[in-house]
């Protein structure tokens, strides 16, 4: 029997199982919230059903391993499933023709709200978890053991409930007898039918201690046929008998085994949020960019320019320079404004789909939003055209010395004429020095010149700076903060996605429990006879 260490394991991999698809729900149910409306309707509302269905299975508990018993009527299945439980539980014999109502046995005690679910009453369970169980019951720990009204049954509802059942279990285990097993009702109805998925359907051919020990290989290979005959190919048939015991131990490895597995609700689960992750990372491609720097500086320029930075910039350099005139900004051109708001939702939005485009073109502001702000920002930008602080000392230096250089003038004239006696040295002297006042007078006008003309090219680079700062604070305030914010929900939404993808093993593997080794591995397995032990019958 198994050990407690692997029982220990077993419980501690269906817990892992549940905390993942918890995990994995919630991160898809994050994504949804963030990505809200810009997702496309189908998807939004597959990832939506997603994780309503899948947190639904999730409350009924997905650790569970639901396994059902079902068959005719006389099958002995009720039988059966007292042996299996140990229990006295299921009504057999002579006190009822045939199973009514849904049986169930439970080797867990959180089953309640599962066994709500599949409409078993209160007074039809039981449970088998505690320390009174012991130790060869914590194999089957987290199973769900049906037993199911018989699907051949004329009472009506019978059949509804085996079909309403049939679809949620993890192993379908259909109880034949030696008299019965090429029911027509059997394996058209169900088997042939559909009603059973390959692999994960056993079938018990119970009553065995009334076939003489010649006739039971010749029997189970039989039974092996008409299960390929319907399609499933080779489906284990483990051969008991309820009355005595025999083939019980053999059918109950099987149970073990199938509980070690993820249930088929936990693989359905999975494979559940798996494609709607997938859906949803198709809806957020991994091309979008993640940042808007590269936009922001090709049209900051553009802006500007439609601004008119550049003319007024340069109308203040010539106001410093000349000392007269005051410009101002214009009001954007509208056109320019809208066609660079154009290009930013092309460039930044190139890569997204419909949706999200919708919503960039939603959240950023309006092109009248831009250009109000545009304008309300280059308001605020200095144009300063006065004149550098030594333009007056300097103006006073110059008129100074053309002053000196006149009256130096003149007198050399006078001197030169005579009319003033002061020789020929001293005419000379006059002269030069006339020449020198009037060279440091065009010495300071050049000077001054120069020094408004480089107070001019500094005044224009910072009115271009301001401006190209003004304009740039207005598009990332206007369009960056809103675009990247919707790139980062985005990202979110992708991050989360992929998060919500099942790494683990493929579902169809996971929710498969048929065993591979023991009794029930396939048409290959040799029935014991009765009588001998189950030690024996295996070696």
Same mark, same amino acid.
């Given at each position: ?107 867990? #005690? ?15 369970? @039981? ?62 109805? +169900? ?9 994960? @359907? ?43 015991? +025999? ?5 109950? #490895? ?69 000392? +007269? ?68 000392? &300097? ?18 004239? &006078? ?17 030069? /020095? ?16 120069? @020094? ?32 990247? /914010?919707? &790139? ?13 993808? #099942? ?21 290959? +397995?040799? /029935? ?6 189950? /030690?024996?019958?295996?070696?």
């Amino acid at each position: 029997m198994t050990s407690v260490t692997g029982n220990t394991v077993r419980a501690t991999g269906r817990a892992d199982h549940d905390a993942a698809l918890r995990a994995r729900t919630e991160d898809l149910g994050r994504a949804l919230q963030v990505a809200g409306s810009r997702l496309d309707d189908a998807v939004f509302g597959r990832v939506a059903g997603a994780v309503a269905g899948v947190r639904e299975r999730i409350a009924l508990g997905v650790g569970h391993t639901v396994v059902a018993l079902a068959g005719g009527t006389g099958s002995g299945k009720s039988s059966l499933f007292n042996r299996v439980s140990r229990l006295s539980f299921a009504d057999v014999g002579v006190r009822r023709p045939t199973t009514a109502k849904v049986s169930a046995c439970s080797w867990s #005690d959180d089953a309640a709200a599962l066994l709500d679910w599949l409409g078993v009453e209160r007074e039809r369970r @039981i449970m088998r978890a505690g320390e009174l169980d012991g130790a060869d019951e914590e194999g089957l720990g987290g199973l769900v053991l049906l037993d199911l009204p018989d699907h051949d049954s004329v009472a009506p509802g019978h059949r509804d409930i085996v079909d309403r059942v049939l679809p949620l279990v993890d192993l379908l285990v259909w109880v034949v007898d030696p008299q019965k097993y090429a029911d027509d009702a059997l394996h058209s109805g +169900y088997l042939r039918g559909g009603g059973a998925r390959p692999g994960s @359907i056993v079938v018990v051919l119970n009553q065995m201690d009334t076939v003489p020990p010649g006739q039971q290989d010749t029997l189970i290979r039989d039974v092996a046929r008409l299960m390929r005959d319907d399609g499933l190919g080779d489906v284990p048939v483990v051969p008991v008998s309820a009355k005595t015991g +025999y083939g019980v131990p053999e059918l109950r #490895d099987l149970l073990e085994e199938a509980v070690a597995r993820r249930s088929v609700a936990a693989g359905r689960a999975a494979a559940e949020l798996d494609g709607a992750a997938a859906a949803l990372l198709e809806e957020t491609p991994a091309e979008v960019p993640w940042h808007t720097t590269a936009v922001l500086a090709a049209e900051t320029e553009a802006l500007a320019e439609a601004a008119g930075l550049g003319p007024v910039a340069a109308q203040v350099a010539a106001s410093v320079q000349n000392g +007269y005139g005051r410009p101002e900004f214009p009001a954007p051109d509208p056109d320019a404004v809208s066609l660079s708001r154009a290009r930013w939702l092309t460039t930044a939005g190139e890569a997204l789909r419909p949706g999200w485009q919708r919503s960039l073109a939603e959240t950023v502001a309006s092109a009248d939003q831009v250009a109000s702000a545009l304008g309300a920002a280059l308001q605020g930008v200095t144009l300063d055209v006065r004149g550098p602080a030594s333009a007056k000392p &300097l103006r006073r230096v110059a008129l100074a010395f053309v002053v000196l250089a006149v009256v130096l003038g003149l007198a050399t004239v &006078l001197a030169s004429m005579r009319v003033l006696r002061l020789g020929d040295p001293g005419t000379t002297v006059l002269g030069v /020095a006339g020449v020198v006042a009037a060279l440091a007078a065009l010495g300071v006008f050049f000077a001054s010149t120069r @020094i408004r003309r480089t107070l001019a090219r500094r005044r224009e680079q910072a009115v271009l700076a301001a401006g190209r700062a003004a304009v740039e604070r207005v598009l990332e305030q206007t369009l960056g903060v809103p675009t990247q /914010a919707l &790139l980062d929900d985005h990202r979110k939404v992708r991050e989360l996605a992929q998060s919500a993808r #099942d790494e683990g093993p493929s579902v169809s593997d996971q929710a498969d429990p048929t065993p591979t080794t023991g009794p029930g591995s396939g048409s290959a +397995y040799t /029935a014991p006879v009765p009588g001998r032990s189950v /030690a024996a019958a295996r070696a």
